[in-house]
């Protein structure tokens, strides 16, 4: 029976999630997509969607079902889990998601912070910092997907949400749990449906997680958990653990799969470049998911190895994103890239490759339905926010790695040890 249930609007914020509660404790199991029978044990269990960038109906509609079936296997709270840069549009999903969760939890209120410090994010006086900068100065204001022009989260949410939207200040969540308690209960009271909360280190969020611990509902990035855990420990109901993140041992082939613009993926792909090898899918010059997937197949074969890894690569900077939109539709491009990776992780797989790290939200979510994974077991962090994790049946393991997550060396060192 699961302590805590996780709603996860896509496939690498689930597994960043997941690896939070494992670090504090939590035996922790990623399904994907909408379960659609009994979920597997384990303390806690993050149900993966593919919603961020769906219909605000879809995006309600499965993650509803989502709850329903962590209500229904005991789960004693909800965590709506989304991006630490709050990607979304002025229509939602954060907001019509959150909505429909709290009138099924029949709740009036809901805390919210993307903030996530060792991740270098931040919310300062209700603005979203990524490192030092504002996040519509981080290159989110060039996402293909979901551009964040606006760093002012209580003025996103309000956007997209029938409630108000109020602010929990630096000062009070430096004073402590306590004191958040009484801010959650004044803003409530005071007819708020959400607050935004400050929060710009590891003791702010554990200061959150404490005083939340009785909210059927809070929203937030993987951060928003690091302090979950504990409040079932005080309540008796989860023991100490050491090896939460147990997985069997790694072997075989090595590949990178990735298909996020974001300015880290885009440095990562480069330092890979100069140590091992790299191939980089053109869609403006064959915009064609066969012929590309194909291309990148047969130029893997001949390099595959189990010592490093092989790097096929669709990720672009912004001026190609924006002549590939602009030729086939934002839309087309995107599903025209995210057919091409997954045939390519497909055929990897069948050609022995059984350690496989993808970057990028939607290239995530594409490759593991190609594969038709079902559950993932999470185990130890590479970088903070990206575990290995180990898809049962089929001894494969692997690693979906936020865009924006990981140091420039990431796709080397994920394969050391």
Not at 60 to 66: K, P, R, T
């Amino acid at each position: 029976m699961p302590l805590l249930g996780c709603v996860a609007d896509d496939f690498t914020g689930a597994t960043d999630l997941a690896s939070m509660l494992v670090r504090n404790g939590m035996r922790t199991v990623q399904v994907i997509g909408v379960p659609d029978g009994p979920l597997p044990e384990a303390e806690a269990v993050v149900v993966a969607l593919k919603s961020r960038t769906a219909p605000p109906a879809q995006a309600v509609a499965e993650s509803l079902a989502a709850c329903e079936a962590l209500l229904a296997a005991g789960a004693r709270q909800i965590l709506f889990k989304v991006c630490s840069t709050f990607d979304s549009t002025a229509e939602g999903n954060i907001g019509p998601v959150a909505d429909a969760l709290l009138r099924r939890l029949q709740s009036g209120f809901a805390v919210i912070t993307p903030a996530f410090p060792a991740n270098g994010r931040s919310v300062y006086l209700g603005h979203l910092f990524v490192g030092n900068v504002l996040l519509n100065e981080s290159g989110m204001e060039n996402h293909p997907l979901t551009p964040m022009r606006d760093p002012n989260l209580v003025r996103v949410m309000a956007a997209q949400t029938e409630g108000s939207v109020g602010l929990i200040p630096f000062p009070v969540v430096e004073a402590g749990a306590a004191a958040v308690r009484r801010e959650m209960s004044r803003l409530a009271e005071g007819g708020r449906r959400y607050a935004i909360v400050d929060a710009v280190t590891d003791a702010h969020l554990r200061a959150l997680g404490e005083a939340a611990a009785a909210q059927p509902l809070l929203v937030g990035g993987s951060g928003i958990a690091m302090g979950l855990p504990e409040n079932f420990r005080r309540a008796g109901l989860l023991a100490d653990t050491e090896d939460a993140g147990h997985l069997p041992p790694a072997e075989g082939l090595l590949a990178v799969v990735a298909g996020s613009c974001s300015r880290a993926t885009l440095g990562q792909i480069g330092l890979a470049r100069e140590q091992v090898p790299v191939l980089e899918l053109d869609p403006l010059t064959t915009p064609d998911a066969k012929e590309m997937a194909a291309t990148a197949l047969r130029w893997a074969e001949e390099r595959l190895s189990a010592e490093r890894p092989v790097v096929v690569a669709a990720s672009a900077p912004p001026d190609r994103v924006a002549a590939l939109q602009a030729r086939l539709g934002r839309d087309v491009a995107g599903v025209l890239v995210e057919e091409a990776l997954a045939s390519v992780a497909e055929g990897l797989v069948a050609r022995g490759v059984r350690r496989l790290v993808v970057a990028g939200g939607e290239t995530s979510g594409a490759v593991v339905q190609r594969l038709g994974i079902r559950s993932l077991r999470i185990g130890a962090e590479i970088d903070p926010g990206v575990p290995w994790t180990y898809a049962e049946p089929g001894g494969l393991h692997l690693a979906l790695k936020s865009g924006n997550f990981g140091g420039r060396d990431f796709f080397l060192r994920a394969f050391e040890g």
